[in-house]
């Protein structure tokens, strides 16, 4: 059984850092992409950065300049460093992992900016 484990996360004023955290536990034997989705209030999940085997990043738009992922695939974890925050950045934020063909999400962590 395959876990993946949040850290981090909380409450900050705008501009402001925080850094969350995820590690995928279980039996595992390649994990591909790695990243985190946000969800404010509503449907519409976003993709917020990724990360590839390889060490290629994505970034959202939004994100672009202020958050900066990183992966240890020594450790099968991932993290997001997020500065310069500001409250539409106000989320649960999802680590998900493409492990052995499957997707795998983390259990979700809150961060709220406040103005």
């Known amino acids: 059984q395959v876990q993946l484990v949040e850290s981090g996360g909380g409450l900050v004023q705008a501009g402001g850092s925080l850094r969350l955290s995820c590690a995928a536990s279980?039996?595992?034997?390649?994990?591909?992409?790695m990243g985190w989705y946000r969800q404010a209030p509503g449907p519409q999940r976003e993709l917020v950065a990724q990360?590839?085997?390889?060490?290629?990043?994505n970034y959202a738009d939004s994100v672009k300049g202020r958050f900066s992922i990183s992966r240890d695939n020594a450790k099968n974890s991932v993290a997001l460093q997020m500065n310069s925050l500001k409250p539409d950045d106000t989320a649960v934020y999802y680590c998900?992992?493409?492990?052995?063909?499957?997707?795998?999400w983390g259990q979700g962590t809150q961060v709220t900016v406040s103005s």
């Open positions: 998900y992992a493409d492990i052995d063909g499957h997707r795998y």
């Open positions: 279980g039996t595992i034997f390649r994990i591909n992409a």
């Open positions: 990360v590839t085997s390889g060490g290629s990043t």
